[in-house]
């Protein structure tokens, strides 16, 4: 049973669409490096994209180039966030295993790293981009002292969610995820911009364009809406008690 705060911070899944002949509107960074990689001459809106640059699909967010735009999950910060977040919540925790896909680019990593460090925490990297690496890259991760996870934004890594969420719980890891789904689904805590609002913003994009706007021309925007999403349900069966501060700032409470 969840409880959500009256907060302007929500959020869940939605799938890709396509708007009119003129626009393909899509989320995931594969799709849009395909239409890329076709040479197609429609323009293209991209709703979530953790490093639009570092992944070849824009050239600068002020100006995109081509015929592709759309919105960023600006990843550096918000993955270095959530390891606080995860400190705080679990002040206990010493060494954090970090699941990164290695398809969506090397945005983060670095920060992730020295936010972890200032914590006094240890981050052990570990790259899975093919569901048959999670299992032993758990296993490994657990037998180099890991005690908790902190997983970045990856449009894989969501679509595999109910296998990492179970082997998370296996391994009794206090983990951290980038969207609420991965709470409701019972991980511990996720931090992230809101979903709903980015793929909102997002038509507005297809909106410009049909009326004449080149993407070239429309800059890559970033999140504004942020939610915190805690599983109390799940803090209980890891034995934790999280700090009723955190909890008070959550924007939802699965209980």
């Known amino acids: 049973m969840g409880r959500r705060r009256s907060k302007p911070h929500q959020t869940t899944g939605s799938r890709s669409r396509t708007t009119r002949s003129r626009c393909h509107h899509h989320c995931r960074l594969e799709t849009t490096l395909a239409l890329i990689a076709t040479g197609t001459k429609t323009s ?5 994209i953790s490093d639009p640059i570092g992944t070849g699909v824009v050239k600068s967010l002020s100006r995109p180039g081509g015929n592709v735009t759309g919105l960023a999950m600006s990843g550096t910060d918000l993955e270095a966030k959530r390891v606080e977040v995860l400190k705080e919540a679990v002040p206990a925790t010493t060494r954090i ?6 398809k969506v680019g090397q945005a983060g990593v670095a920060e ?3 936010t972890a460090r200032a914590l006094k925490l240890d981050p052990l990297i570990v790259q899975a981009a ?3 690496e999670f299992d032993g890259a758990f296993a490994h991760a657990k037998e180099q002292g890991a005690d908790a996870l902190v997983t970045m934004a990856s449009p ?6 109910k296998r990492l969420i179970e082997l998370a719980g296996r391994y009794r890891l206090a983990s951290i995820w980038f969207g609420a789904a991965f709470v409701r689904e019972g991980g511990l805590l996720s931090y992230g911009p809101s979903f709903p609002d980015m ?3 997002s038509a507005g994009y297809v909106a410009k364009i049909i009326r004449g706007a080149k993407p070239a021309d429309i800059p890559v925007e970033q999140p504004v809406k942020f939610e915190m999403v805690i599983n109390l349900k799940t803090s209980k069966a890891l034995g ?3 700090p009723a501060m955190l909890i008070a700032r959550a924007d939802e409470v699965v209980e």
């Not at 293209?44 to 979530?48: G, K, L, N, R, W």
């Not at 295993?97 to 290695?102: A, C, E, R, T, W």
């Not at 894989?156 to 969610?161: G, Q």
Request: aromatic letters at 14%; charged letters at 20%; a neutral charge.
């Open 44 to 48: 293209v809106v991209f709703a979530i």
């Open 97 to 102: 295993m970090v699941l990164h896909d290695p």
């Open 112 to 114: 992730v790293q020295a």
């Open 130 to 132: 093919d569901p048959n």
């Open 156 to 161: 894989f890594l969501n679509y595999n969610r």
């Open 199 to 201: 793929y909102r913003r």
């Open 240 to 242: 934790l008690e999280i």
